[in-house]
């Protein structure tokens, strides 16, 4: 059952990424993109958890403690970047 | 008996977080602007993530494990409230605009794009506009 | 704090005694500990606080998880039907918290419930500027989120 399972939420996730994909693309304004970014980065580590279940090694659960945490520091990045006035149409 | 017990949790977990992930995405999509776009990816997006990594947890149930997995989760749920904080402001602080549905908006023309200070209230924001006004103490 | 800890270390004591390291045993000494620190709280410093104050924590907790899978349900169906049932706005809520501490916990469970999104707070820290989805019902929602407050300031102070 499980491995039907996996399956399954590995279809869905890839049809999230492909959706938050169309939003990083079409914008328009900067918030938006790091919003769909950090969505990005939800989905990823949803991705590391469903593998490292269906091959049975959790070796990648590193990358995701990683990835978790660089993406939390860069939207605080971005949200300074855009107070202290950069570009936000692009 | 067990193991199939943990097996039909490992399985209805990671469903309901890859289910919770793709609604995150849709409403991404489908959000006419950029706060109620974040409605949908923070809450959804960072719980899906959470239930997927503690779907881990449970199939393993190794120590080593667990606490990694557990380590991604508290990341994940602590700091998408506060990433949510910080764009939310900045956006609003640029002038993103909202929707042509919203039907109320209390902080408008309440932040001072000088000092980024933000009034409590629209008497508050008047007077520190007026040219004799002293800088507000902290 | 203090109090919690020693309860963390009574938790450790059990499960170090009778030898069995599980999370469920874990659990099961931290109750234990628990009923040690209660009848024993008049001798602690803080420890009658501590004995009143973990079962409202509990109880907040299984409040909180159930309004966050109601509120999470009701943001996956306007996302998922055709059409946008919501009427989204920004409103000002005057602040009964005073501590900065206060101040952010409500404000992340504030952004964590679904439907509601912390934007800021004013610089004289008065009043907290909420997003929220859904306004039809402005005075429901403020009363929602003060009763949130209070439960936040009873377990703070």
């Known amino acids: 059952m499980l491995e039907i399972v996996v399956n399954i939420v590995f279809l869905l ?78 | 008996m067990i193991e199939l017990f943990w097996e039909v949790v490992t399985s209805a977990l990671l469903l309901i977080g890859g289910l919770l992930m793709l609604v995150a995405a849709l409403g991404l999509v489908r959000m006419p602007d950029l706060l109620t776009r974040m409605h949908a990816t923070t809450k959804a997006g960072a719980l899906g993530g959470g239930l997927t990594v503690l779907a881990v947890a449970v199939h393993f149930g190794e120590a080593e494990i667990v606490a990694r997995a557990l380590a991604v989760m508290t990341f994940i749920v602590l700091t998408a409230p506060v990433a949510a904080h910080a764009i939310g402001r900045a956006s609003y602080f640029v002038g993103v605009p909202l929707w ?27 007077s520190a506009r007026r040219p004799d006004a002293r800088p507000p103490e902290h | 704090m203090t109090v919690f800890l020693w309860n963390l270390l009574l938790a450790i004591a059990w499960v170090g005694v ?63 039907t055709p059409r ?38 004013s610089s004289d820290r008065k009043v907290l500027y909420v997003h929220a989805m859904y306004m039809g019902d402005e005075e429901r929602l403020r009363a929602d989120i003060k009763a949130l407050e209070a439960r936040v300031l009873e377990i703070m102070r």
């Open chain 3, 18 to 80: 009778s030898g069995n390291f599980s999370e469920v045993n874990f659990a099961f000494g931290f109750l234990v500990g628990y009923g040690i620190l209660a009848v024993a709280s008049r001798q602690i410093e803080g420890g009658a606080r501590y004995v009143r104050k973990v079962p409202k924590v509990l109880k907040f907790i299984a409040f909180f998880a159930y309004d966050l899978i109601k509120a999470n349900m009701v943001v996956a169906y306007d996302v998922m």
């Open chain 3, 84 to 121: 946008h049932l919501m009427q989204p706005g920004v409103m000002a809520i005057e602040l009964d918290a005073s501590e900065d501490m206060e101040i952010t916990i409500l404000g992340n469970l504030i952004s964590v419930t679904p439907g509601t999104l912390s934007l800021d707070v």
């Open chain 2, 100 to 126: 042509e549905g919203t039907v109320k908006d209390e902080l408008k023309g309440r932040y001072d794009a000088q000092n980024h200070q933000l009034h409590s209230s629209d008497e508050a924001a008047e």
């Open chain 1, 13 to 90: 996730l890839s049809l999230a990424l492909v959706l938050s994909f169309v939003r990083l693309a079409r914008g328009p304004t900067l918030p938006d993109r790091v919003v769909a970014l950090e969505l990005l980065v939800s989905i990823t580590v949803g991705f590391i958890a469903v593998h490292t279940i269906a091959s049975e090694r959790a070796n990648f659960l590193d990358v995701a403690v990683v990835l978790s945490l660089t993406a939390f520091l860069a939207a605080i990045g971005f949200a300074r970047f855009l107070e202290r006035g950069g570009h936000r149409d692009d």
